[in-house]
């Protein structure tokens, strides 16, 4: 599990409440607080990673951690846990969640951290629950996607390969699109007017067989995202970096969406439209997605 213990199968009924990890101290997860002073609060600084768990196992370590570093790093909050000490208290949060993890089989670990007040950082591990139907749905029948008018923040205000718990744009995309369609998500737009992404995941479209995203410098370059370009390397699947306009992905043979909830899924409509329910590339990606994270379809 790149640097954390296995879960033990021993289920400790004391701790069946969830434990979170703060500021070195171990509480109810329902106890966790932030100070109303904190900047996470007045202005929105935090930085936050969400470490999927795949059969037990956290997934992509690593490059969460490096991704982690990063974004901590941009936003200025010091005096953080080193790698080792990170790892440390992850394997210490699994541990001691053991009962809550026996009953919540799918799940990750969140980390949030934020400059805090008088000059000691908030920082938190906690974990989350992941809804298993959900994503049986969303991997086997899709969801909608409905392009919106919102745009991303340019670079230049911060850089979008951080994760941050800034997300308006993200919550006033997702507003616009479930107004057309409950189920649907938003699709932000760059400056030029093509899309990014949305709040939950990269998209990717497919054409000809071919994978083309934005370029990765304009969107978040999810770690899913990441494995499942791999997958299409291995897969001799050719994957191009190209501004990709709303009507060119309605156009698409397949879109594909990636992220840390589902791994790889798909939009089954674009503004109300159905896409092609033919889709051998997303198949082939799925089935790769599966063999990576041990599980056999």
Same mark, same amino acid.
């Given at each position: 599990?790149?640097?954390?213990?296995?879960?033990?199968?021993?289920?400790?009924?004391?701790?069946?409440?969830?434990?979170?990890?703060?500021?070195?101290?171990?509480?109810?997860?329902?106890?966790?607080?932030?100070?109303?002073?904190?900047?996470?609060?007045?202005?929105?600084?935090?930085?936050?990673?969400?470490?999927?768990?795949?059969?037990?196992?956290?997934?992509?370590?690593?490059?969460? @951690?490096?991704?982690?570093?990063?974004?901590?790093?941009?936003?200025? &909050?010091?005096? $953080?846990?080193?790698? +080792? =000490?990170? !790892?440390?208290?992850?394997?210490?949060?699994?541990?001691?969640?053991?009962?809550?993890?026996?009953?919540?089989?799918?799940?990750?670990?969140?980390? @949030?951290?934020?400059?805090?007040?008088?000059?000691?950082?908030?920082? &938190?591990?906690? $974990?989350?629950?992941? +809804? =298993?139907? !959900?994503?049986?749905?969303?991997?086997?029948?899709?969801?909608?996607?409905?392009?919106?008018?919102?745009?991303?923040?340019?670079?230049?205000?911060?850089?979008?390969?951080?994760?941050?718990?800034?997300?308006?744009?993200?919550?006033?995309?997702?507003?616009?699109?479930?107004?057309?369609?409950?189920?649907?998500?938003?699709?932000?737009?760059?400056?030029?007017?093509?899309?990014?992404?949305?709040?939950?995941?990269?998209?990717?479209?497919?054409?000809?067989?071919?994978?083309?995203?934005?370029?990765?410098?304009?969107?978040?370059?999810?770690?899913?995202?990441?494995?499942?370009?791999?997958?299409?390397?291995?897969?001799?699947?050719?994957?191009?970096?190209?501004?990709?306009?709303?009507?060119?992905?309605?156009?698409?043979?397949?879109?594909?969406?990636?992220?840390?909830?589902?791994?790889?899924?798909?939009?089954?409509?674009?503004?109300?439209?159905?896409?092609?329910?033919?889709?051998?590339?997303?198949?082939?990606?799925?089935?790769?997605?599966?063999?990576?994270?041990?599980?056999?379809?």
């Amino acid at each position: 599990m790149l640097g954390v213990r296995a879960i033990s199968p021993i289920v400790d009924r004391v701790h069946e409440t969830r434990l979170a990890y703060q500021n070195g101290h171990w509480v109810s997860a329902a106890h966790l607080r932030v100070s109303i002073a904190d900047p996470a609060v007045t202005q929105g600084v935090s930085a936050v990673e969400r470490i999927r768990a795949y059969r037990g196992k956290l997934f992509q370590v690593e490059t969460h @951690l490096q991704r982690w570093k990063q974004s901590t790093e941009v936003l200025r &909050v010091a005096k $953080l846990p080193n790698r +080792d =000490e990170l !790892l440390s208290l992850i394997d210490q949060t699994l541990q001691k969640n053991r009962a809550w993890i026996a009953g919540n089989e799918n799940f990750g670990v969140l980390l @949030l951290a934020s400059p805090g007040v008088q000059g000691k950082a908030t920082f &938190v591990i906690d $974990l989350y629950a992941i +809804d =298993e139907q !959900l994503i049986q749905r969303r991997t086997t029948s899709g969801m909608p996607l409905v392009v919106t008018d919102v745009m991303q923040p340019d670079p230049s205000c911060w850089p979008r390969n951080i994760k941050v718990r800034s997300r308006l744009h993200y919550y006033l995309a997702d507003q616009f699109a479930q107004d057309q369609d409950p189920d649907a998500i938003g699709v932000l737009l760059d400056n030029d007017g093509t899309i990014t992404e949305t709040s939950i995941a990269n998209v990717l479209i497919v054409e000809n067989g071919c994978l083309v995203s934005p370029f990765i410098e304009r969107i978040l370059f999810g770690v899913s995202m990441q494995a499942v370009v791999k997958i299409a390397a291995d897969l001799k699947l050719d994957w191009l970096q190209e501004p990709i306009s709303p009507e060119r992905m309605s156009r698409a043979d397949e879109v594909l969406l990636t992220g840390s909830s589902c791994g790889i899924w798909f939009a089954n409509r674009i503004d109300g439209q159905a896409t092609p329910s033919n889709r051998p590339v997303y198949q082939s990606l799925r089935k790769g997605f599966d063999q990576l994270i041990g599980k056999s379809r």
